[in-house]
């Protein structure tokens, strides 16, 4: 094992951890490209980055978390293989990873999962497990595979590992952006936010760091608000990769949510549609909705004004293309907006 090991005690991931992170799965993820958005940067004044983690082969920035996770595995555990329960980009990423290395991935899913997301699963060579009606079900037979059968579950967010494959990415936009003031980071489990807000703050503790969620079941949120992690029913949403609890035994990200981050800012539906499609026109780019919600937060100017850069990050673009080409349909946006 190359890494060292990262203690099971809360507090304990430091930047370290993070650039281990980054030498352990720098074979199997690219570095991500950074581009600067003279739309953006002109519509609020101050230079806009866009951090591209939506260029990663599965599509979204999870793969950085799932290979640290699964690299850091010892050989009999990679030999037994790994399963999981979420059928979005943290299955896909799962599955990808463990195709590359040639260690069989479980997914267990309910019967209500569409067949389109089945298939794409199926596609990366992904066992299928199909059991019970909901989510919540589907994710006690992972734990079952666990004891019956050793496999490892692996977790979206509350683990050690994950979080700091998810913090390279604030060891890249350090590297890249040298006058950096504010990050927005799309939350939900709040991995994403943990790791780039533990990479920035170490390195820099004045950097601001945003979270944005959607307006309705915004889990994280409320949690901070209750300051405990609490549970909410689920809402259509846009935004469907940021839907999902943070755990009742939320080890890391509540509390490293509630140390990094400066702010939240919370998006309603119909502004995470016009930043999709303002993207799509304007930028020729695809988002999904999570990736949009920080597009919003720029486009709405809910970032307090300073000097410096900010950088967004494009989370992923793993959307259904008649539902993003639909709500393009729905703006028309003249030649100088
Ligand atoms: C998972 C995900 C997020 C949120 O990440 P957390 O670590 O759960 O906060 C944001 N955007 C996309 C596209 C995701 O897949």
Redesign the pocket.
């Known amino acids: 094992m190359i890494h060292s090991e990262i203690a099971k005690h809360r507090n304990d991931i430091t930047i370290r951890n993070i650039w281990e992170a980054r030498k352990q799965i720098s074979s199997m993820v690219n570095k991500t490209p950074l581009i600067q958005s003279s739309i953006l940067s002109e519509k609020i004044d101050r230079p806009v980055y866009l951090k591209l983690?939506n260029v990663h082969e599965v599509g979204?920035?999870?793969v950085r978390?799932a290979a640290n996770k699964i690299l850091s595995l010892s050989e009999e555990e990679k030999n037994r293989g790994v399963t999981t329960f979420s059928t979005?980009?943290?299955g896909l990423a799962v599955a990808y990873v463990a195709k590359k290395l040639g260690i069989e991935a479980t997914i267990c899913i309910s019967n209500r999962v569409p067949r389109a997301k089945v298939d794409s699963l199926r596609r990366l060579g992904a066992n299928i497990e199909i059991f019970g009606e909901d989510q919540d079900t589907a994710g006690e037979r992972c734990y079952q595979l666990q004891a019956e059968k050793g496999l490892t579950v692996i977790q979206?967010?509350d683990d050690p590992y994950?979080i700091a494959g998810?913090g390279t990415i604030g060891l890249e936009l350090m590297e890249e952006i040298p006058n950096l003031t504010d990050v927005i980071?799309?939350?939900?489990?709040?991995?994403?936010?943990?790791g780039i807000g533990l990479a920035l703050k170490s390195i820099e503790q004045d950097i601001r760091v945003t979270g944005v969620s959607m307006e309705h079941s915004a889990v994280?949120y409320e949690s901070l608000k209750a300051g405990k992690p609490v549970k909410l029913k689920e809402s259509e949403t846009l935004?469907d990769?940021?839907l999902?609890g943070i755990g009742l035994d939320n080890q890391f990200?509540f509390r490293m949510v509630q140390k990094y981050m400066d702010e939240v800012v919370l998006i309603p539906e119909n502004e995470i549609a016009y930043s999709m499609a303002f993207m799509m026109d304007k930028h020729r780019m695809i988002m999904?909705g999570?990736?949009a919600t920080g597009i919003a937060a720029v486009l709405g100017n809910k970032i307090p004004h300073q000097d410096g850069g900010i950088a967004i990050?494009i989370?992923?673009?793993?959307v259904d293309l008649t539902v993003l080409l639909k709500l393009t349909q729905n703006y028309i946006f003249d030649q100088n907006e």
């Open positions: 983690e979204a920035f999870k978390g979005g980009n943290h979206p967010f994950v998810q980071v799309p939350l939900s489990g709040g991995g994403l936010l943990s994280m935004a990769s940021l999902g990200t999904e999570a990736a990050i989370s992923g673009q793993n």
